[in-house]
C-alpha cells in the first residue's frame, strides 16, 4: 500500500505542525512535525550559553487513540523570523526534542510502554556543529502520539550583527507511525555521558538533568587538588555538585585556559543501562576550541568511540562535529567501567568556557511493539489542540 498523508495543525504560540510524505521507507512514509521558538532580538554579541532559553511544548501527531509512533531524525535551523531564511549555524547554542523538564518521569513514561523501554528526559540534541540527527536505517524511538514534548531552543550570537536582526529556531521531526509500518523498526534510547572536571567552588548543584551530574553524594567538601581544579563556567554555577566519592566537587561546564588540555573523567553512573547492549549512534556537543571526545572503556581498554570537533576559522565556533552510527552497533557493558577523554586547544590569551558531552543510544532489547498493550485511555478533548507551554 503506498499512501500519502497530509495534516496541518495550529498550536499555542507559534508552534506549526505540518505533515507530508517525505521519505519513503519501502512502501511507509513518515510524517514531519515543525516547531519554532518565539522570535529573538539580536542586536549583541551573546556568548556560549548566554542566549535566553526557550521551550515550546506540542504533540508530534494529533490521534482519535493514543498510538505508537517512531521518532527518527530532528534537524535545527536558525532563522530569520521574518523572512525564514537559515541564518548561519553558529548562532545556534543548543536544541533538544525532549519531554518537558518539569514533570517528566522515567518510570511513569516507561510504565507506558509495559516497562519494557528505557527511556530519559531527552530524544536528540542538535548543537553547533551537527544540526541534523537521522537514527541508522531500521532504528527509532518508541514513543506515544498523546505524549507532550518540548522543543528547546538557545540563539548566540558571536558576532555583534551590523544591524539588529530577529530570529527563531526552527525545529523538524520526523517519526513514522506504527501502523504504517508492516516490520517493526529497532527501538533505541537515549543516554546523556557529560564529562565532569573538578572545579574550584563550594555551590551545590540543584536543577539537574542526568547528564549534568553523578551521584549527589553526602559528605565533606574537600576542594580537588588545585592543579587539577578548574573555574566553573559563570552560566552554570547552580549545576556545580559534589562528585560520588564526596571529595571534591565537579562541573559539567568549566573554564579552560590558555593552551592544550586533556580532561579525563571516569563515568561514576556508568552508562546507566539495565543491561548489556548495542550502541547504533552517538553524538557530540563540544564547545569552540575542543578537538576531541572520546568514549573508553577501561575494562577492556578499548576505545569505543572518538569524535572530533572542527572550529570556524573567522570567529569562535564550531563548523563540523562527527559522530557515530551504525546498524551492527559495539557491544556495551552493563558493568565495565567507562571513561571520557576529552582535548581543548585554546588558541586565545584568555579562558573559554567548555562542555563534553556524548549523546549515545542504545538498543532497547526488550520492547517488542507486538506486545504493546496501550490501556490509555483515548486523549480528552480538545488533546493536542494546545498544550501548556
Ligand atoms: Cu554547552
Known sequence: MISVAFFKLQFSKGLIVTGISLLWIGVSYCDTVEVFSKTHRIDRVIKSMEGEPDDESFRL????????LWVTTGNVQVIDANTQISKPAEMLCHSHLMFPFANFDQRKHNALFGNTTNLDLKLFTLVQGQTDI???KGFAIPVLSNETFSFSSMIISPQKPQDPMEVKAKGTFEFYRDKDLPVAPKPLFWRGLALMVPVKSSMTGDHCTSEMTGVSAEGTYMPAPTELSAEPAKASMNLVHEHQSGKYKESYHWMVPPGRHEYRYTLENGLMIPFDTTMHYANLHLHPYAESLELRDLTTGQSIYKGYSKNLDHVAGIAQLTYYSD????????????ELVCVYNNTTDREVDAMAIMFVYFLDKNFDRDQLKLSLPASP????QKTAT
Open 134 to 136: 537521522e537514527l541508522p
Open 61 to 68: 501527531f494529533k490521534a482519535e487513540k493514543p498510538e505508537l
Open 381 to 384: 478533548k480538545g488533546a493536542g
Open 327 to 338: 546498524e551492527k552497533g559495539i557491544q556495551m557493558h552493563k558493568d565495565h567501567l567507562y
